[in-house]
């Protein structure tokens, strides 16, 4: 049995987030809650029979299951599971949910750790802290090159002077 979301829940989502979808999951028996990981693939001619394929660049959607010598060996995932439909629609789960009411999205909008986490302030911090660390790298590096071209200068005045023998090329 196939079943949709509400449609004022999927506009919600939408309006919070474009690249959220939700979705029926025949193999888990839930909604499950998606995120726009990357966009699908094109395929491109690079000449006369070269095209690129998704497997080229992202790898296939394998499952990893123990042989009975205790090896492990992949196999391609089942073209009707969650790994294989969200390997080829481009798609991250997010969330996992048998019923789905406003009590799920505001779950979903509390624990967007970019917005309202510590990892929007973490990545805050962490690019200011790298601007300022280039901003004094690079205040040091112009520091260095002025007292070497005046250390050169000092020496090129001390030959005229008298006060050196010879010059340093």
Known sequence: MRRTPPAHIVQELKRYDPMLRIRWSMEKKCFILERQAFR?????????????KREDVFGLPV????????????QIAPEMSERYIAFHEGYVPVLETKEIDRRVLRAVFSMDAWKFGRYG?????????REKKMREAEKKRRMDETRSRSAAVYEHMGYWDGRRMSMVA
């Open 40 to 52: 699908k693939l094109q395929a491109r001619c690079l000449g006369p029979g070269k095209d690129i």
């Open 121 to 129: 302030k973490q990545f805050k911090n962490e690019s200011e802290y």
């Open 63 to 74: 499952e990893w299951s123990e042989s009975v010598f205790g090896m492990w060996r992949s």
